[in-house]
Structures are given as C-alpha cells and as structure tokens.
Nanobody, 118 residues
Framework: QVQLVASGGGLVQPGGSLRLSCAASGFTLEAYAIGWFRQAPGKERERVSCISDSDGSVYYADSVKGRFTISRDYAKNTVYLQMNSLKPEDTAVYYC???????????WGQGTQVTVSS
C-alpha cells in the first residue's frame, strides 16, 4: 500500500524552527520527485518546495527562500523540510507529495499543522 505520512508540525513562536518529515511506504522515494505544499485557511494551496529525483535540483517559493531547506534520506525513505526563522504567515497545513517530476504529483500525505504564533 502506497502511503506518505507527514509529521513534525506544531506550535512555534515567530523566529523559531521546525523540521517536517515525510515518510514513504509502499514505494521508494529515491525514484520520485518530492514536493511540499501548504494551505492556510481561506487561501489557495501553495507550492513551498520541490526536489527532483533525477538530479537533486530544488525549488523554493520566494516566500521561503533562505529560510526553508528540503532534503532526502534514502536510507530512511524520508524527505524533510527544515523550516527556520518562522513567521506567522507560515501558519498552514503542510502536505508532502510525490510524483514522477516536480509539477506531476501522484501521491499525497495527510498534512501536518504548523502554527507560528506568540
């Protein structure tokens, strides 16, 4: 059974950090591009980051560049999103997704809530 499980969300103060994890089962992440999206209440879903399976190239939304880092651990079949210098506007449900290429998504995780507030 193919499954993506996102975890690591929580409540953090502005300026704090969180690391989100996306663990895959039923398939090998190494063969897929992995993306992170987020959706805040009343807003459209936004692509946050993507890492390509072919050459490891990465994409970041302008709103998170320099603060977020996407990485992969093939041994653990897990992708991470390190989020630093968090801002209240980063508050959203974060989803991980996998597909044959960035922009072509086949599998979605269940989402993990990130709340940035003092």
């Amino acid at each position: 059974q193919v499954q993506l499980v996102a975890s690591g969300g929580g409540l953090v103060q502005p300026g704090g950090s969180l690391r989100l994890s996306c663990a895959a089962s039923g398939f090998t992440l190494e063969a897929y591009a992995i993306g992170w999206f987020r959706q805040a209440p009343g807003k459209e879903r936004e692509r946050v980051s993507c890492i390509s399976d072919s050459d490891g190239s990465v994409y970041y939304a302008d709103s998170v560049k320099g603060r977020f880092t996407i990485s992969r651990d093939y041994a653990k079949n897990t992708v991470y999103l390190q989020m630093n210098s968090l801002k209240p506007e980063d508050t959203a449900v974060y989803y991980c997704t996998a597909g044959p290429a960035c922009g072509s998504w086949h599998y979605w995780g269940q989402g993990t809530q990130v709340t940035v507030s003092s």
